[in-house]
């Protein structure tokens, strides 16, 4: 049987790869997801002697089955080159008795960077593939890191024209200078009055708009989607922990088929949900350890079996994490439900019409490899310092939320088998509360001062992205308000 994607709901199925990048969601509001999960065709020695690009092509072309070789081989080598600081592209650092997969080296320095530097690539080809010779116009609405990875990605990506709506008191000042510096004559950014879920709210009336939709095919133009529930996010996720893997073999860290965990400081659900894809293609992994912040609405779904949105949203040191809707669970509800889409759809018309669902026993057995955990704002300041007391090693804020959960899982369980922990962002994205977090008080000084003052700290270098914002003149000043977002669309690819 040939791969395909169907939509968790159940209304379209047979879609190519290149169709499912090309659209984003299917039109019944569902996620595509294979309809197999393939199976690695080398051994885990094998993909062992293999660079992260070599790696990369391995894992991809079992899932985007309709690009060619040299198609895929191309994407792959113009996303993962010098944009990265590192040519191990997500190198592997043992500390305080884990091992963190660092998957902040790309040109954002977080990890979203790993699948938004090569999505534009995978588009712009299903694009070709497909006949489509409009322009394609990625419009996102960003709480700070996607917007700016996302800018990066397609920057003067031929065929590609991005806009990006952030909340205009709502993302860090790093965040801001990241984003209105960018360069690439296709890139704009605005700052909207409002706060995220106004930009996200405004961004999807702007795709439902029927009569912006036809005036915008006659001037060449359609609409697509950067957010991470695109197949053409998930997938290259998928990579980094073959990768991981195969490089603790290599470095005579594990034995042949020996298991290890995983721990992922978690928000969308798109980064452990790859993790959860490996470990089905055969990498052995035991437990996914879900970790959450205090908006821990995972850590009580996976503990009772219902989701439940219906709480107070919680502001953190992890912004990136602050999420009640994981949008990418769909996908694991769809699996758990056996792949039967009435079932999965049941339960998100409840999530939207009551916020909350719960779900069946046989379910909930299903996910018995997931382990849920949270940690406080103190815990989280707590393990950043204790790391960085004992190793010297520093982790960021969100990275922070996983060693934490990752404690406590060893406490409660025992286990000590070897884990990997997802570090997903460089700690110096979010200098003030990672310098707040070691050296246990708040940093007085500007953005600068403070970053300057975490590298003398801990002599990490600081990332040529951070040096950047320090003296780039700034390219972007647009700002509109919450209801003039589709107009602002409309003059900018008049
Ligand atoms: C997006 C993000 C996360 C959460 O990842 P999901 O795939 O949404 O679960 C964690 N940490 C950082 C730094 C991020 O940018």
């Not at 922990?241 to 992922?264: F, R, T």
């Amino acid at each position: 049987m040939d791969l395909s994607y169907e939509s968790t709901r159940g209304n379209e199925s047979g879609v190519t790869a290149s169709q499912a990048v090309l659209k984003g969601l299917a039109e019944d509001g569902g996620l595509f997801m294979p309809n197999q999960i393939p199976k690695l065709d080398k051994t885990m020695k094998e993909l062992a002697d293999l660079t992260y690009q070599e790696t990369a092509y391995e894992v991809m072309k079992l899932f985007l089955t309709d690009y060619t070789e040299e198609e895929l081989k191309d994407c792959i080598n113009k996303a993962y080159d010098s944009k990265f600081d590192t040519e191990e592209i997500a190198p592997l650092s043992k500390a305080d008795g884990a091992y963190y997969l660092e998957l902040y080296h790309g040109s954002t320095i977080a990890f979203k960077d790993m699948a938004l530097s090569i999505l534009p690539h995978l588009m712009t080809t299903a694009a070709r593939k497909n006949q489509v010779h409009n322009k394609i116009v990625i419009l996102t609405a960003t709480s700070g890191d996607t917007g700016k990875a996302a800018m990066a990605g397609f920057a003067d990506v031929e065929g590609t024209e991005i806009i990006v709506f952030y909340p205009k008191d709502g993302v860090s000042r790093v965040q801001e200078l990241q984003m209105v510096t960018q360069k690439g004559a296709n890139t704009h950014v605005a700052a909207i009055r409002g706060n995220f879920d106004d930009a996200q709210t405004g961004v999807k009336n702007i795709f439902g708009d029927k009569a912006l939709k036809e005036e915008l095919e006659k001037r060449g133009c359609q609409l697509s989607s950067a957010n991470s529930i695109n197949i053409g996010r998930l997938v290259p996720q998928i990579v980094y922990y073959v990768y991981a893997y195969a490089k603790l073999l290599a470095n005579e860290e594990i034995d042949q088929g020996e298991k290890i965990n995983v721990a992922v400081p978690t928000g969308n659900f798109g980064n452990i949900l790859a993790a959860y894809l490996a470990k089905q293609m055969g990498v052995p992994i035991g437990k996914l350890i879900c970790a959450s912040n205090e908006n821990k609405v995972l850590y009580d779904f996976f503990a009772t079996g219902t989701y439940d949105k219906n709480r107070e949203f919680i502001l953190t040191t992890s912004p990136s994490m602050d999420i009640l809707i994981s949008s990418n669970l769909e996908r694991l509800i769809y699996l758990s439900a056996g792949c039967d889409p009435k079932e999965n759809e049941k339960l998100m018309s409840q999530l939207s019409r009551e916020g909350k669902y719960t779900i069946t026993d046989e379910m909930k057995a299903f996910l018995s490899d997931f382990y849920g955990g949270y940690a406080t704002e103190e815990e989280n300041r707590q393990m950043i310092r204790k790391v960085f007391d004992d190793t010297g090693y520093l982790i960021d804020t969100h990275t922070g939320v996983a060693a934490a959960v990752y404690e406590k899982y060893k406490k409660e369980t025992g286990d000590q088998t070897k884990t990997v922990i997802a570090s997903t962002a460089s700690p110096y994205k979010f200098s003030g509360s990672v310098l707040e977090a070691i050296e246990g008080r708040k940093e007085e000084g500007d953005e600068f001062a403070v970053i300057d003052r975490l590298h003398q700290l801990s002599g990490l270098p600081i990332p040529q992205a951070v040096e950047e914002i320090r003296t780039a003149p700034i390219r972007h000043n647009l700002e509109c308000g919450k209801d003039e977002m589709k107009e602002l669309v409309g003059s900018l690819l008049a």
